[in-house]
């Protein structure tokens, strides 16, 4: 038995945890779901290591245990099979199956490589994966790479003798249906071993594996149900606190967009990144590109802003075709990008807030290269006040501010220099309800004064709720566009059926 | 109290504490003019490492500056006798574009700056060498005087360089605070990426950081050949640890983004009194270079923000 009692996790800015109890029996399949920025990548991290909490206690068969790394939790029987895959591509399956762990197969400072591949072996035939053990791990499949992880986990069946608690983070988003029920197979026979805490945002493949389910939102755990009593409609009013409704992504708000083509993809290809993609975006139109990771989504992004040169078709902007690219072209052409790593390309940690919001458009606040800085901080307070900016004043570190606002000021350096084509990649990854509605309403305002927006959305409705047009991407190729008119929106099924 | 609170005001604090240590110790340390020699012997080093702050500053090192200043003092004594003054310019320009090279290798090529600067500092000082024909050069005083002799005065009991020192850290510092090509800097130093995606030129803005560097390098080495009146393409061995020092101490890390000139104006105060207190507590001077080495391995370790690190190579 593993159990969480009262666990309390801070951020800066985020109480990402409140007073969290968890608890898993032996053999048990528990869910875990909640809406992105709920707490479950928190809980799950103080649940193998990686985090540990401000307050609580964790206690297995009733014993105290302090995880100070994922290593220690690893001892005491705890994997995690990750979402974004942990394997080192380049290294074969069975390195990557005892990374870490290479010793058992050292005789004399020298790795026995035979009695590796044995081990390895084994290890796969838990999974019922009959692949070499020696081939190289980038020649596999997504599903049988999430397989390979989970008989990675699976070592610490030899390593450790009690119960086994493995977690499966989002398993099933980049497999297909038949894999999926593949898998779903396999963890239920393991269950003699271990128990599994499963997260996904599919509720419906949650309910058919789970013996419970902890409903969490705003980093509390507002509900557990077993099986027998769950019902999707009632865990999804429970996670978003409220029914889902078009209110929350505006949809009441989306007009019609204009005439004007701003940008324009005529059979543009990238060698091994897109192919053969073709798009216009208009004014006050919200374009969204979706599919998997790795689907093409990011490098059409990266093309769009002058980054990346495509190898054929031509990539038009406000009616000039592009010829050189770099770095600078995209801001040039007055193209402002809100990247996914927003504390990494999005603000400057370390520079205050006017510092932030003139970064683009120094050159329009100088004068032979000496700033005008009074005029710098006027605009960074109009702008505070049109987006309801939360900060003391312009010269807070913007650091310091949290993600929702730090948003905003990346949003304000590219409207305040005048921007008319946004492209958003996950523009509300790690953002909390408040500050994800702040962002929608964001949107609708840049349509209204007829920005051009190509989205990468975190969630999939997300990209129906906010977008006119959909184009569904899948291994760089296109493979639908749907329209989005409000009230004749496509739904999920439509869109992830062309997704995989 | 926090640590990360006092951490800005930490390099004042601990000046003004090493002041008052050795003033208990030696009362005669703290008679104004000695102080003012004290600032004044210090003005070379300050400007070598001001330069080197810029580029510390977005987060990386020029190890030429030693090697640029042993070469300027050459150069600069070899061009006195045809330029006079003009020398002057003659040295910035040859410095700057030193440095500019170095900046050039370091973001074109993609050499780490720390090797592409030893590197640099390797051809620099062999032109050095090759200049004076690895012998010391001797400035013709009559010359000296009319090109250079308003270096070395005094005013009022004010030697100098203590106004070249001040001028050049208001204009540093104007540079830093002030202008487009500050907040690059500033930018670059805190978040490169971000910077990068906001259209600056970080290419361009790394390489004049180096080009400064090198520039300022050039101006310590003048002031040597002028105090000393020759040139030698050694007189300034011993000076790059120190003006690194004198950095990191004054509160600009190796990972950049945070500090500046004022800082390193601090940070080149604490290594001189430390220079001189090592006189009054009559340490060796052979031990000088072990103490600066200490010093520099406790302030690196204590400001690095670790947060900017994933893997220390």
């Known amino acids: 038995m593993y159990e969480l009692k009262a666990i309390d996790k801070k951020f800066p800015g985020v109480h990402a945890l409140k007073a969290v109890d968890f608890k898993i029996g032996r053999g048990e399949i528990v869910g875990l779901v909640g809406e992105n920025g709920a707490g479950k990548s928190t809980l799950m991290k103080v649940i193998y290591g990686a985090y540990k909490p401000d307050g609580g206690t964790v206690t297995i068969d009733g014993t105290a245990v302090r995880f100070q790394n994922p290593r220690q939790a690893m001892d005491h029987g705890i994997g995690m099979v990750f979402q974004e895959q942990s394997l080192i591509t380049n290294l074969t399956v069975m390195e990557n199956i005892f990374l870490g762990f290479e010793q058992q197969f050292v005789k004399f400072g020298v790795i026995n490589w035979k009695t590796m591949a044995a081990a390895a072996k084994a290890q796969l035939a838990k999974v019922k994966l009959d692949i070499d053990p020696a081939t190289i791990t980038a020649n596999l499949s997504f599903a049988q790479r999430q397989l390979v992880e989970l008989a990675k986990v699976l070592t610490l069946e030899e390593r450790i003798d009690g119960d086994l608690v493995i977690l499966l983070d989002e398993p099933t988003s980049v497999l297909a249906k038949e894999e999926v029920e593949l898998l779903f197979k396999l963890v239920r026979e393991l269950t003699n071993r271990a128990s599994f805490i499963f997260v996904s945002h599919r509720m419906d493949e949650v309910l058919e594996l789970s013996d419970r389910v902890y409903v969490m939102k705003d980093g509390a755990v507002v509900d557990v149900v077993t099986r027998d009593a769950a019902n999707i409609d009632a865990i999804q009013h429970k996670m978003v606190g409220r029914d889902i409704d078009k209110e929350y992504y505006r949809e009441q708000w989306q007009k019609p967009y204009g005439d004007e083509?701003?940008?324009?993809?005529?059979?543009?290809?990238?060698?091994?990144?897109?192919?053969?993609?073709?798009?216009?975006?208009?004014?006050?139109?919200?374009?969204?590109?979706?599919?998997?990771?790795?689907?093409?989504?990011?490098?059409?992004?990266?093309?769009?802003?002058?980054?990346?040169?495509?190898?054929?078709?031509?990539?038009?902007?406000?009616?000039?075709?592009?010829?050189?690219?770099?770095?600078?072209?995209?801001?040039?052409?007055?193209?402002?990008?809100?990247?996914?790593?927003?504390?990494?390309?999005?603000?400057?940690?370390?520079?205050?807030?006017?510092?932030?919001?003139?970064?683009?458009?120094?050159?329009?606040?100088?004068?032979?290269?000496?700033?005008?800085?009074?005029?710098?901080?006027?605009?960074?307070?109009?702008?505070?006040?049109?987006?309801?900016?939360?900060?003391?004043?312009?010269?807070k570190d913007c650091g310091g501010l949290s993600g929702g606002n730090q948003q905003k000021v990346v949003l304000a350096k590219w409207r305040s220099g005048g921007s008319d084509i946004i492209l958003l990649d996950h523009p509300t990854r790690g953002l909390d309800i408040g500050a994800k509605e702040d962002v929608y309403d964001m949107v609708r305002e840049m349509c209204d004064d007829g920005v051009g927006i190509i989205l990468v959305a975190d969630t999939l409705e997300e990209a129906i709720g906010l977008s006119h047009s959909i184009l569904v991407l899948k291994d760089g190729e296109m493979q639908k566009r749907f329209d989005g008119t409000p009230g004749d929106k496509p739904s999920l099924y439509d869109l992830v059926h062309h997704m995989i | 109290m926090d640590f990360e609170r006092i951490k800005p005001h930490l390099p004042w604090i601990t000046l003004l504490a090493l002041v008052a240590l050795v003033g208990i110790s030696d009362t005669n340390f703290?008679?104004?003019?000695?102080?003012?020699?004290?600032?004044?012997?210090?003005?070379?080093?300050?400007?070598?490492?001001?330069?080197?702050?810029?580029?510390?500053?977005?987060?990386?090192?020029?190890l030429s500056a030693q090697s640029m200043a042993n070469m300027t003092t050459v150069i600069a004594t070899v061009a006195l006798a045809s330029f006079g003054i003009g020398a002057a310019l003659i040295c910035i320009a040859i410095g700057a574009i030193m440095g500019a090279i170095s900046g050039f290798v370091t973001t074109k090529l993609l050499v780490p700056s720390f090797v592409s600067t030893l590197a640099i500092g390797g051809v620099v000082f062999s032109i050095g060498q090759w200049l004076s024909g690895q012998r010391a050069l001797y400035m013709d005083a009559t010359l000296r005087d009319n090109a250079f002799g308003w270096m070395v005065g005094n005013t009022a009991g004010i030697p100098h360089e203590i106004f070249i020192g001040t001028v050049l850290v208001l204009a540093g510092w104007f540079l830093q605070t002030r202008t487009t090509f500050?907040?690059?800097?500033?930018?670059?130093?805190?978040?490169?990426?971000?910077?990068?995606?906001?259209?600056?030129?970080?290419?361009?803005?790394?390489?004049?950081?180096?080009?400064?560097?090198g520039g300022l390098a050039a101006i310590a080495g003048l002031l040597f050949a002028v105090k000393l009146s020759g040139g030698s393409p050694t007189i300034a061995n011993g000076f790059l640890l120190p003006a690194i020092v004198a950095v990191l101490v004054g509160g600009t890390p190796l990972t950049g983004g945070v500090g500046g000139v004022i800082n390193t104006m601090i940070g080149t105060l604490i290594v001189a009194v430390i220079r001189s207190s090592m006189l009054y507590f009559e340490i060796d001077a052979t031990r000088q270079q072990m103490v600066f080495g200490i010093i520099l391995i406790v302030a690196i370790a204590a400001t690095i923000d670790r947060s900017k690190l994933r893997v220390v190579k």
């Open chain 1, 261 to 395: 083509v701003l940008v324009s993809f005529g059979n543009v290809s990238l060698n091994g990144r897109y192919k053969d993609i073709s798009f216009d975006l208009h004014r006050g139109e919200v374009l969204c590109l979706v599919g998997t990771e790795g689907s093409g989504r990011e490098a059409i992004l990266r093309t769009v802003f002058g980054l990346d040169k495509p190898d054929t078709g031509t990539v038009t902007i406000k009616g000039e075709p592009v010829t050189r690219f770099h770095a600078r072209g995209g801001v040039e052409r007055g193209i402002g990008y809100v990247p996914r790593e927003r504390k990494v390309e999005g603000i400057v940690a370390g520079m205050n807030v006017y510092e932030n919001m003139t970064l683009s458009q120094m050159g329009n606040y100088a004068s032979g290269g000496v700033l005008r800085i009074s005029e710098e901080k006027d605009m960074a307070r109009s702008w505070i006040d049109r987006l309801g900016i939360k900060t003391p004043n312009v010269y």
């Open chain 2, 30 to 62: 703290l008679r104004p003019q000695n102080l003012i020699s004290m600032a004044a012997d210090i003005v070379p080093l300050f400007i070598m490492a001001m330069g080197m702050t810029f580029v510390i500053y977005i987060g990386g090192i020029d």
């Open chain 2, 182 to 213: 500050g907040r690059a800097l500033k930018a670059i130093g805190a978040g490169e990426p971000a910077a990068a995606a906001s259209g600056i030129n970080v290419t361009r803005i790394k390489i004049m950081a180096f080009a400064l560097s």
